[in-house]
């Protein structure tokens, strides 16, 4: 039977009525103890060992964490930490509870880390939609000022650190990192053109880190149990745990916490009770909407962030599962997703702004019995200006990776469902010339 | 009209948080839009004004970004989630019925939204950015109505709690 393994959930579930109170993540969690130890080990000692423990982001790219940190130029200061818990990959509900539920462990985190990248402001951008996130972030930073955890002289280290809660507005694309620092500066959150990557020039221009909520609250862990243990935890380089949001049609949708290395069927049908009503699974979406889908025939496939992209061509993204059950029709997921991304497409790079758009009413009219035999290929050939080649990994000829996630999903729709789809488009241009040939000729309803 | 005292006091506080000013420009547009209810032509023109910006940047910004109104928009708004977990589990269904019922409607606005990061409780939907689901369309039209006759209090529609901070 599949087992969850908490680290980053463990106490929010030993004290559901209290975890985001400072007085009990203090007595029953050690909140802020770590700090005494990540100062005695100095800045260099901690992303040395955060490197060891081969800890890589939760936000989407899987970058290694203490690898990014040590891009930092040195010497240049100041620097920044702008923490990402803009959460707005759709299926993906991991920071949303990690915020409301664990505020000291997140702080504790990004106080470890600022020190550790010689960071003396730091931001949380949350996702504005988090009002009651906010509350308790809030409060909890609050707290950690009152008792001298952030402001001056922490601790009695010499370590200085300001704290600010930034809430965004509404706009899935200040999720990308320097989106988001466009909107931390006041502007529309449009993402920026690589290089300057962040590190180098970051926010108003300064060297910053950008890592998601979930990265930024295991820090604290690394720190007090070694980097040994984190890597013992997980496969090859997939290591430690992840938090995986599932929903759709299973039978306990919600987030698990799992050594990586796991499967998907332990997972989806193990922990999360598979699909409900006794239903069978169509397909499902491993890592976010933004990843390629995944069939029945995958479930033995392990939580391996590399084995994802390399065998499987997809990715394990935000760590968001949606399953759907037999009865699910493909094009309406994919027309769904189509209409996200129009959305929330920046319109600042041309393919993805415009391209976007076109695959959305495409998708509308073939969802809807409008269809014509080539639209699947029409779709292809205007996603390939936007996706030279459309081969997951996606190339890229957009500023930032929103471009080519809209084109997941319908590789995705040719990958997986063609046959069944070219059949459809058939029918229901079939079926209009015939009723348009009947109407004509005989006033008949066929 | 511009800021007054407290207002005034407010908006340098928040500004202090930060090595640059513009980067005030979302909190005090949260700010403007619980003073006045939306985000009015004077409210943008305050913000400029108090940062230093043309009111044609600061609506820029503000245009971009889904959570500010740029019209009234009534007490209560009614967000409801259709992307694709909630796609699967009665999201539209769900839009569908609040919209009709409350077409009318000045005081509860309803919009249809990207995913809310609560797609275990699908269909979602929030309150003035309070989170309530799984919901059939009754039992949403129950809650509206307890927010609307007083009986449960709702944050602002910037989601600040009532009487709390920005
Ligand atoms: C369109 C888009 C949306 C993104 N949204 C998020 C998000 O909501 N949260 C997040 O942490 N990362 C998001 N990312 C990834 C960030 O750009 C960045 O890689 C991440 O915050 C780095 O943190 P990590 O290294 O700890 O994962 C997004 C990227 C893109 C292209
Ligand atoms: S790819 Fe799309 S969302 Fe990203 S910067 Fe370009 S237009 Fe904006
Ligand atoms: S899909 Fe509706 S809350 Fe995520």
């Given amino acids: 039977m599949a087992q969850e393994t908490p680290v980053v959930t463990r106490f929010m579930r030993e004290r559901p009525d209290d975890s985001w109170q400072f007085e009990s993540a203090r007595a029953y969690n050690a909140a802020y103890t770590r700090l005494e130890r990540a100062f005695a080990m100095g800045p260099e000692a901690i992303v ?83 009002a009651l996130g906010a509350d308790r972030l809030q409060q909890a930073i609050d707290d950690a000022y009152a008792h001298g955890f952030l402001g ?55 060297p910053t880190v950008v890592n998601n909520i979930e990265t930024i609250s295991t820090i604290p862990w690394i720190i007090a149990n070694g980097a040994e243990w984190y890597a013992g935890m997980g496969v090859n380089r997939s290591t430690g745990t992840r938090i995986f949001s599932v929903s759709g049609h299973v039978e306990r949708p919600g987030n698990y916490e799992v050594e990586l290395g796991m499967t998907f069927r332990e997972l989806i049908e193990g922990l999360a ?58 094009l309406l997921v994919s027309w769904r997703l189509a209409k996200f991304y129009a959305h929330e497409s920046c319109g600042k790079c041309t393919p993805c702004r415009e391209g976007s758009s076109w695959i959305e009413k495409v998708l509308y009219r073939m969802v809807n019995g409008q269809g014509r035999p080539e639209d699947l290929d029409l779709l292809l050939s205007f996603g390939s200006n936007i996706v030279p080649g459309l081969n997951a990994p996606f190339a890229q000829t957009t500023i930032c990776a929103l471009g080519p996630s809209t084109m997941s999903h319908v590789v995705s729709l040719d990958r997986w469902f063609r046959d069944e789809i070219v059949a459809r488009l058939e029918r229901d241009t079939a079926r209009r010339t015939s009723l348009e040939i009947v109407t004509v000729s005989a006033g008949a309803d066929a | 009209m511009a800021f007054s005292g407290t207002e005034r006091r407010r908006a340098e506080e928040i500004v202090a948080r930060y090595p640059q000013s513009r980067s005030a420009t979302l909190p005090l547009l949260f700010l403007v ?134």
């Avoid at chain 2, 400029?48 to 043309?54: N, P, Q, S």
């Fill in chain 2, 33 to 166: 839009q619980d003073r006045d209810g939306w985000v009015t032509p004077q409210g943008i023109e305050d913000v400029a004004d108090f940062l230093g910006l043309t009111p044609a940047v600061v609506l820029g910004t503000c245009s971009f970004y889904t959570m500010f109104k740029l019209s009234p928009v009534g007490k209560l708004v009614v967000s409801v989630c259709t992307n694709v977990s909630c796609l699967v589990n009665g999201g539209p269904q769900l839009h569908e019925h609040l919209r009709r019922e409350y077409a009318r409607s000045d005081d509860v606005f309803i919009e249809e939204v990207e995913c809310l990061a609560a797609c275990d409780r699908a269909p979602a939907l929030q309150i003035n950015y309070d989170f309530h689901g799984p919901l059939t369309g009754e039992q949403a039209v129950d809650l509206i109505e307890r927010h609307r006759s007083g009986e449960l209090t709702a944050r602002t529609i910037s989601g600040t709690a009532t009487g709390g901070e920005v």
């Fill in chain 1, 152 to 206: 001056k002289d922490i601790g009695g280290s010499g370590f200085d650190l300001e704290l600010v809660l930034h809430r965004g507005a509404g706009c899935y694309i200040a999720g990308d990192e320097t989106g988001l620092l466009s909107s931390l500066e006041g502007e529309r959150a449009m993402p920026r053109i690589k290089p300057p990557f962040p590190a180098a020039q970051g926010l108003y221009a300064a």
């Fill in chain 1, 48 to 130: 040395e060992a955060v490197q060891q423990s081969g800890l890589r982001g939760k936000g989407g790219a899987g970058f290694g964490t203490g690898q990014k940190w040590s891009f930092l130029p040195k010497g240049v200061f100041p620097r920044y930490l702008c923490i990402n818990g803009d959460e707005g990959e759709p299926a993906t509900f991991k920071d949303h509870m990690l915020t409301e539920r664990d505020p000291h462990q997140l702080v504790e985190g990004a106080i470890i880390t600022a020190y550790a990248i010689q960071a003396n402001h730091a931001f949380i951008y949350l996702r504005g939609e988090f």
């Fill in chain 1, 273 to 330: 009770g598979g699909v409900r009503d006794g239903k069978r699974m169509k397909f499902f979406i491993p890592g976010g909407a933004s990843s390629p889908w995944l069939l029945p025939e995958h479930l033995d496939s392990p939580l391996d962030m590399d084995y994802a992209g390399s065998e499987l061509r997809t990715m394990l993204g935000s760590g968001a599962i949606t399953v759907f059950d037999e009865t699910t029709d493909p």
